[in-house]
């Protein structure tokens, strides 16, 4: 598994945006030379410009709480996030209900920056804390006939104003096939930028699958169970034509009503330059086996 870069992008004792701005040059320097000893063979280990923390918590995506970009900041403060209850359950050795601090002593939050790259073809680039799915599904004990991962957000529609309309069939599910949940790669996220995540990007717990687009992301997660069969998703339950399970990033493979060649990056103002999208939005060396024996027009 070509992940060797993966140690230098992590970073235990950032407590704020500044001073991990400061940190962004020494640790972009060690990608660089990470990069170099790979040969130019992942495009992952580039130096990467992070969105700024405004950007990212005033552009969001949580359907829950409305449709507007705007909304999820406006509204999400109505989230009660503590205390936060984590059902792990079916094909797992120890099935139950985890609290997330009890969660969270078991675990090793790290910081990763990702790019992130919504279906609807915008981007940004996050730094995030948090810690392997990996990790999460040992806790739970995997057991041999598990073949993919269902995750589940809260429905608590007197906090969720989004929830009173039938935009989605709430709660908002998503699934990753077992080799993908296990991908180093794949995080669930505790925050951004050293601080807690805010509301409107998915607290307590929310997913990053970054070789995917952002609806696989599911945010504030309330139910992680393994399963033989390939869970339902939300976008695909809704859309099936335009929507698929698997969903990688694929310049090549357009969505049905806009191309996918390009992204606009937020952040650089209405008219900034579009940018090419990459395969596997840039993971491509760490995951491309993950479609191996697949065509390629599937796997997406
Ligand atoms: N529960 C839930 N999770 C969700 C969504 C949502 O509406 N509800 N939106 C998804 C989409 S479409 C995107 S692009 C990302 C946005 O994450 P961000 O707001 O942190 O950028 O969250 C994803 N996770
Ligand atoms: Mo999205």
Redesign the pocket.
Known sequence: MAFRWKGDLKDHHVTDEAHWLNRRQIIGGAAGIALAGLAGRSQAAETLEPNSWEE??S???????G?GKED?KAYAGALTTKPWTVTIDGLGDRPGDYALEDILSKMTVEERIYR?????A?S?V?PWNGFELADLLELAGVQSGAKYVAFE??YRPEEMR?TAYPV?DW??V?GLRLDEAVNPLTLLATG?YGKD?PN???APL??VVPWK?????????VRVTLTDKEPPT??NKSNPREYGFYSNVNPQVDHPRWSQATERPIGGGFFAKRKPTLMFNGYEQEVAGLCDGMDLSKCF
């Open positions: 990212i918590t552009y969001n995506n949580y359907y829950e709480f449709t999820p992130f790259r919504c279906v609807e915008w940004m996050v957000t809260l989004g989605l709660p908002y998503e951004i995540i409107q990007n998915g929310r997913l687009y952002g609806f696989k992301s599911i945010k504030s997660i939300s976008w």
